[in-house]
């Protein structure tokens, strides 16, 4: 517990002890206005950020389609409602690793996915396999030659084959569970805590949903 009176350097050195523990440990700042003019009760409040606060790696073995992006194309038809627009029918995509090529064509719904992430040919992505979620790794290294005026991460072109298993880790928090599972449903494991944070809900976070997610991650941790 850092005291002290304004300006002089708690929140500072507070974030740089979150910074030299490294870039996935969740900071939080918050001041006294955000607890008293808040509609919710302060206790509620606190707990929010305490929550927000503490951090979960979780590892989980996933069937991904992984590669450099050689293709990206979009297909568009004659929108089916008419007028004089187009939507998108197919998405074709090239991924190449150092042990071949493959071509997917894939539904239109992971056209957003591609945009949110910023894919572009060169890039190297995973695509997972169930859900269609997108991640985006970095940078073929084979482009590191070009000049480049913002910091771009370079990785290396997967090896092994285009189709595979791969271990996926992802960082959250506890927040991000309770906003994720916001309507508590019971016998839930980690795995499926992490797989409605694409279904976000809003609804109220209860003290019971809490207790639950806590007793899964607790389970897990065990």
């Not at 590669?67 to 998405?91: F, M």
């Amino acid at each position: 517990l850092l005291a002290g009176a304004p300006g002089t350097g708690k929140t500072a050195l507070a974030l740089g002890v979150a910074q030299e523990l490294g870039p996935k440990v969740p900071f939080c700042p918050m001041v006294g206005s955000e607890v008293f003019s808040s509609e919710v009760k302060k206790t509620e409040v606190l707990m929010e950020h305490f929550r927000r606060a503490i951090g979960l790696r979780i590892r989980e073995s996933k069937e991904v389609y992984e590669g450099e992006v050689t293709e990206l194309t979009v297909e568009e038809t004659e929108d089916p409602l008419g007028g004089y627009g187009r939507t998108v029918s197919h998405v074709v995509i090239g991924l190449k690793t150092t042990k071949g090529t493959k071509a997917l064509r894939l539904d239109p719904t992971i056209h957003d996915s591609l945009t949110k992430e910023g894919v572009s040919v060169g890039d190297v992505i995973y695509i997972e396999a169930n859900s269609g979620a997108v991640k985006r790794v970095g940078r073929s290294d084979s482009y590191a030659t070009e000049f480049d005026l913002e910091a771009e991460e370079y990785v290396p072109i997967p090896k092994g084959d285009v189709h595979k298993k791969k271990e996926v880790v992802q960082d959250v928090t506890l927040h991000d569970l309770d906003v994720a599972n916001a309507r508590p449903q019971g016998g839930k494991d980690v795995m499926s805590l992490m797989a409605a944070m694409g279904k976000p809900r809003k609804t109220e976070i209860t003290d019971k949903l809490r207790t639950e997610i806590n007793r899964v991650v607790n389970r897990y941790i065990d």
